[in-house]
């Protein structure tokens, strides 16, 4: 017969050829496989032949085989002699692998039958095991290859197991491998778990366990780890390995569990291999153990310290193995003997290393896997055992958290930020010091991660379908899942934070957490628990809330809520001293409203219990903190915890919309109910109304809620209810707020409102210091005219007036507003509302007192068009003389409200349009002021300003008829030795460092200053008889002036002024004695020449020293544009020039002609088209004209003037240009001066135009106040 791999051999035929290369005749194969005499080499030739046919071209030679029966019987039956008869195994694998490829082509259970018989009578004529090898080795292939031949084996030659037993028993490995790997196959079938069972129970189960134990090939170890792993897929199986028939006691015990359950063991010594493969099967058999029950089974691997050994196992670089051990401990968490042995605390640092070097790896799954495991340690350690022992390690798992956050892969991120929820608790945290700042990176990179996540295309679900498994096709699942995982983690996020913000909570009652153990001293750290606090509620304000309120606009989670409010909640106690302001930010920014809807739409029909009692607790903890930030002198704790109690019962069931809640309002309770659930209900939404309102989240239609407060109003006084006054105070704030303009409370409900404020013993119950509030009091007369006057009582014995209680907006408005802005509108819409005030004034305490003038100061000053002085005057006078009964000489000084009303006089009489005869009120009003003052001393500036004030004001209101006014202060010798000390403190008090600042006391010395001018003038004028003299000494008065010494420009036009006085009547003056020397029985000195004694009392070089002084005045005006001091030195240069033309009328023409005069006058000049159209210059060109200076003035200057005054419109000048302009031309004609005719023509144009102008000018206010000093802008003009 020739030989495989030759040509087709003429014997057979073509019809056996294969189409091989080089070809094969199938029949020649089959006899020379049969051939007994045919060498080894040929045969194992023409196997390998026959193994590549049915590889490459299986369909020809199951053609050629199926059809004879008898053909593939003889084939197979001569490759199962050869399988017990050759003896070199690589044969043997040969003829193994051709055996099983020829069954499986050839799809004939017969084939199967015929093998396995054979099998069974090789096995049972075998006279050691030894030659079994091959039969069980065949038997496992075919296993492998073919799914139904393990039940064709159990079935029909179940006998063969006896065999397998018989070969785990002998002391051979290879058989033993061969004899595991069959088994592996027969208990994967499900015919076979259920035939084999009793037989492993009875039989294999020690044989194989003692086979594993003691197991020292890897084929062996192998195939009896894959047998394990089918075993332990059935829960009966597992049982019997694990010997779980033991009792509870025995469990307990590890010498028990060491003896009876060797698996773990066996498992344990496996992991001690090196062998990662082994390793990774022994855990996976681990976690198939537990898998089925970890409390039932996680005890035994715990007792043999497998843990320990898995933990070490981390530390490999094997991706299978590190997910086979996270596995196993994940399972193992669920035991509490894995905590408590401190496998946890030894396997913890193994863990974080292995989490670090795991992200090195691109292996999502690996990823989340050791996260889950490392979440499950840190949620389920107990309390009282410290987790991080080291520190060190405490930091590196903040490390690694913070770098799974960061990752950009959302499913990694959302498990990470599950695992720093677990990580953020006390115990974990405890060792000192606290990683305060990685903890606040931590949170700050978690925050963060969920707002840079974009919205999905397809966002909108319904929120009880947002943290719900996915129910539609598999397209849309993957749709779905973006979202969901997008849910998931800010919902791990809010929980992360919570969880911080209670942790916070409970360090502040931990000395040590405090503060950072290990600062240096002398140093500041950051790292402190109290930075903590802050950066949460920063945080909470800056990331927290934007990102919930951005999902908010997609879905709404019931879950994601329930831990929000509750986080908001905790952070009300996080940072104490700012709970006022963060309670108002959530207020303000809606979150009542908010949280009413969520509870409406949520938690109806008791659903969602979490939820409703997160609404709930959030919303009666933003009461109280709101109702303790609002109440400033109200402390009443009945009060707040009658409030409390009665939030606590109701929020839970005030699950209602707005619009059903307005309507609840309205109802009315039945006659003799017992049940109190509406009225809770009513009062509830009443306060959460109430605290929404006060900081201006108006989130109810005004007129809806105004009626439907009325209504409830109403409805109690019919009922005859009586709400407590925290509801009421609610009730009527509400009512003030939302009044509507157009339409007021008509007289059935405003009757309804006054009985019900009849009972009650005290308004200040019901009292907000709010303007609205008393507005609304105010502005109905049933009402003001019953609680008027309590109420403004209540407004201005508020504790603090600066801090309003209620405001309108939020955290962008200060909070220091004045009541007193406050009340000034509702002033001057009602102003009888004034002598309420003044009502006030003469009885209540003497600090309500205060801030009612102080309110009624401001209103005058901001209110000039506001016409009260004969309503308030006559008040005015009966305050002042209670005040000055009530207050002996010495108290005086220590009334504070007595300079406050005197200041409120002065602004009253300046409020009088035109001057004013004197009559009775006027004339005690004078005299009672005029009385005052010589009771005080020179120190009492508050008591002494507005008084001497309010006198010069009288001064000046002074007529022919009205003389006595002049009478009266002049008679009054104690006021007059006041004026004498005020004007010696001039020279007397050190000068001061500032030149611009007029301080209290500089004020005093200007208006002494200007009374006594005033006084030198109207005595001067009406000869009036004088009771007392001054005496002032001439050379202190000149160097006030000529030495300024950085006095306040006020201060030099007062003492001008009253220099000005002085020279108009030649120093001789009754009431002002001025000379150099004013001692009493003093000798005047001799004037030294001629020309002194010309101008006694004033010496020549004080003439020429006091006219630099002005000049330099002068430039100083230029300088400064000071209107007031240019009119003041201009007008004193004039008067000295007078004096002095009087005196000596070449020393004045002296002065009136000095060069230096024309370089001033220049020097004033500053260029504009206007600039001889200034006062101060036209007055000083008047002068000199006066006084023929043509070396200072001349023609071209007057033509200049002539000409500016031609190009502008002369009715837009000031008054005091316009005055000056006018002395101007008039001195032009009376001078004689040398004009063109056509200049004279236009001098009488001007003339004629100037005086129709001041004839239909309006006189506009004389009086004014310059700081705190009253001036008279005539007196220091003319």
Known sequence: MAAAGEIPCGEHGARWALPLHPSLCLACAVETLSDGSASLV????ALCRLRDALARQALPVVQLLAPDERLCRHLIGTLLGLLHTVEDSSALDLFVEVLVRLVVELKSEQYLCCILDESQKELCKATTMRGSLPTFTLLGKLADAIPSFADILLVEHSNLVDHLLMGLTYPNEGIKAAVCYLYGKLYSSPVGMERLSAHFQERLCGLFLNTLGHAQTKELQVNCLGLLKELLKCDHFVSILMNDSKTGEESENPDFLERENPLPLVLKKLLLTRDEMLQAASSHCVAAVLVHSPSRYGPAFIHADVPEFLFECLSCNSEILIWSVYCCLLLLTEEHLFFSKCHTVYGIESLVRSLQDVLQLNNVELHKQGLQLFTEILKRQPVEIKLFTNRGVCIEAIDVLMEMVNCPVLEVVVEAVRAVAAFLRKDHLSSPPVPYEELQKLLEAALKRCADLSPPQSSKRHADDLFSVSQSHSANRNLSRVPQRQGWLLLNTLESFRNACRLAVEFQSDFMAQENAFTAPNSESKDTLNNFSEFLLRICDSLCIPVVTKYLERAVSPSMMEVFLSALNTLFTVVPNMRKKFSKKLASSSFIRLTLELKARFCSLQSNPALNQACSSFLCSLCLSLYSATVKERTSSQEEQEMSELLQKGLP???????????????????????????????????????????????????????????????????????????????????????????????????????????????????????????????????????????????????????????????????????????????????????????????????????????????????????????????????????????????????????????????????????????????????????????????????????????????????????????????????????????????????????????????????????????????????????????????????????????????????????????QQNFSSLLVIVGHNTAPGATQPQPSSLQDAALHPLATHQVFSLVVSLQ??????????????????????????????????????????????????????????????????????????????????????????????????????????????????????????????????????????????????????DIVCLGSVAVSLSHIGD
């Open 42 to 45: 040929r045969r194992r030739h």
């Open 653 to 1063: 069931q005030l699950n209602y919309t707005i619009a059903e809640s307005l309507l609840l309002l309205a109802e009315t309770p039945e006659p003799f109910s017992l049940d109190q659930s509406l009225c809770s209900h009513q009062h509830c939404f009443i306060l959460l109304l109430y605290f929404a309102y006060t900081v201006g989240d108006r989130f109810v239609p005004d007129a809806e809620l105004f009626l439907a407060i009325r209504n409830f109003l109403l409805s109690a006084q019919d009922h005859g209810d009586c709400p407590p006054p925290y509801i009421l105070r609610a009730a009527l704030y509400l009512l003030a707020a939302c009044q509507d303009k157009d339409k007021a409370l008509d007289m059935r409900s405003l009757c309804a409102i006054r009985r019900i404020l009849d009972n009650l013993p005290d308004l200040s119950l019901v009292y907000v210091h709010c303007p609205l509030l008393l507005k609304f009091f105010l502005h109905y007369p049933e009402l003001m005219g019953r609680f008027g006057r309590q109420v403004l009582q209540l407004w201005f014995s508020w504790g603090d007036c600066k801090q309003p209680e209620t405001e309108e907006a939020g955290f962008g408005v200060s909070d220091q507003l004045n009541s007193v802005n406050l009340v000034l509108p509702i002033l001057k819409s009602n102003s009888s509302i004034l002598l309420i005030l003044l009502d006030l004034v003469c009885s209540s305490s003497v600090e309500v007192a205060w801030k009612v003038l102080m309110t009624l100061r401001t209103f005058l000053e901001r209110n000039e068009d506001v016409l009260v002085c004969d309503l308030l005057r006559s008040q005015f006078l009966q305050i002042l003389q209670q005040l000055l009964v009530e207050s002996s000489s010495a108290s005086l000084q220590a009334n504070r409200n007595l300079p406050v009303l005197l200041t409120l006089l002065f602004l009253v009489q300046l409020r009088s349009k035109g001057v004013r005869e004197l009559d009775s009120t006027d004339f005690k009003l004078l005299h009672q002021v005029s009385n005052l003052c010589g009771k005080c001393r020179p120190t009492d500036t508050d008591l002494l300003q507005p008084s001497l004030n309010f006198l010069y004001w009288s001064l000046h209101q002074t007529t022919p008829c009205s003389q006595q006014r002049v009478a009266v202060l002049l008679s009054d010798v104690p006021l007059l030795e006041l004026l004498q000390k005020i004007l010696e403190h001039t020279w007397l008090r050190s000068p001061p460092s500032e030149p611009t600042y007029l301080s209290s006391e500089d004020a005093l010395l200007c208006s002494g200053w200007l009374l006594v001018a005033s006084l030198l003038l109207y005595q001067h004028r009406y000869n009036t008889e004088v009771h007392q003299t001054l005496s002032l000494d001439l050379t202190e008065v000149l160097n006030a002036v000529i030495f300024r010494k950085k006095k306040p420009i006020l201060l030099l036009v007062s003492i001008m002024q009253f220099l000005r006085a002085v020279l």
């Open 1112 to 1261: 330099n005045l002068l430039v100083h005006v230029q300088l400064q544009k000071d209107l007031l001091l240019s009119q003041a030195v201009v007008a004193c240069l004039e008067t000295l020039v007078e004096y002095l033309y009087v005196k000596n009328q070449d020393v004045a023409l002296h002065v009136a002609s000095q060069p230096w005069h024309r370089f001033l006058l220049f020097t004033l000049l500053d260029g504009s088209q206007k600039s001889f159209l200034q006062p101060e210059v036209l007055r000083l060109m008047t002068l000199f004209l006066r006084y023929q200076s043509s070396n200072v003035i001349s023609q071209k200057e007057i033509s200049q003037v002539l000409q500016q005054a031609t190009e502008v419109n002369l009715a837009e000048l000031p008054e005091a240009t316009a005055r000056a302009f006018h002395l101007f031309l008039c001195q032009i004609q009376s001078s004689h001066c040398q004009v063109e005719p056509v200049q004279s023509g236009t001098i009488q144009n001007l003339l004629d135009r100037l005086v129709g102008q001041r004839t239909s000018s309006v006189k506009r206010q």
